[in-house]
């Protein structure tokens, strides 16, 4: 599939800051937090690589959180790894404690943790659709959560950016668990924007369109693309339409902006990366 190649970014400043990425063993998980590095921060790099037993794709590894790792050293920045389960709340508090504790504080909360899979609704099995709306809402929550009671303990204010989706915009054929959990998203970033305001606390998501990533090259092996072509042109929740997909870096970019005091004025939102998707 063609690419929509990046070959100019802008700057920000985190130094000194602290950002807490999940996902981050690979694909946009790993760029927002390379990204952090670059910018100055200390990045927690979280991650989990077993336990989801109906993925339709291999999960990024330990050796993936360890390049991760590598690649936010390389960028002068310091990377605090951590194995988590988002759907656990235990590990994740556990998680948050020992960032506080090793780094001194969170400033950006970059919650990107999640799966998809492609099947549907009336033949999807009841542990494939709670793996999934766990995973992508549950986990969400839980780590805004405990993040969220950090930023109003420690007070300062903090931000919050989520992965949310198109999918999460609009109905996705094939993926109709997908939608529901990350609607949900866009539902749970509004409430919690309202909620931490009061600790000037910005909490806002990111809906992109089909992003050129492991997640979506295993989707293809495993369902094949005529059938992914299918979903899309049903649903147009991705961008594979016209066989275009977006870098990682683009989604990136949102983050950034979103986490930054560029946008301090700006919470409760879903910023689509869809490269025009819903205009059409």
């Known amino acids: 599939m063609a690419r929509i190649e990046r070959t100019d970014v802008p700057t920000y400043d985190f130094d000194g800051q602290v950002a807490f990425v999940t996902g981050a ?12 590095a670059e910018a100055g921060a200390d990045v927690v790099v979280t991650g989990l690589s077993q336990g989801i037993q109906t993925s339709q794709y291999p999960l990024a590894t330990a050796a993936d959180l360890d390049e991760t790792v590598r690649r936010v050293e390389a960028e002068g920045g310091r990377a605090l790894r951590l194995r988590v389960d988002v759907r656990d709340e235990s590990q994740v508090e556990a998680a948050v404690e020992e ?31 709670d793996e999934l709306i766990d995973s992508n809402l549950k986990g969400t929550w839980l780590c805004a959560k405990h993040v969220g009671r950090h930023f109003a303990e420690r007070g300062g204010g903090g931000r919050i950016v989520s992965t949310a989706s198109t999918a999460g915009l609009v109905g996705a054929k094939g993926s109709g668990h997908y939608a529901a959990a990350k609607h949900g998203v866009v539902g749970l970033t509004k409430a919690l924007a ?30 094949g693309e005529a059938a992914l072509q299918s979903v899309s042109d049903a649903s147009g929740s991705m961008n594979v339409l016209d066989g ?20 301090r004025y700006v919470t409760g939102v879903t910023l689509p990366v869809d490269a025009g998707m819903l205009a059409k």
Do not use: F
């Open 244 to 263: 275009r997909l977006i870098e990682p870096r683009d989604v990136t970019e949102a983050y950034l902006w979103l986490s930054s005091d560029a946008a």
């Open 25 to 36: 063993g690979r694909g946009q998980g790993r760029s927002h937090a390379v990204a952090y």
């Open 99 to 129: 960032a506080v504790a090793e780094l001194g504080r969170i400033d950006v909360l970059a919650n990107n943790a999640g799966l998809w899979n492609v099947v549907d609704l009336v033949e999807m099995s009841e542990r494939r659709w």
């Open 194 to 223: 309202l909620e931490l305001a009061a600790h000037d606390v910005t909490v806002n998501a990111v809906a992109p369109t089909g992003v050129a990533t492991p997640m979506i090259d295993g989707i293809v092996d495993t369902v």
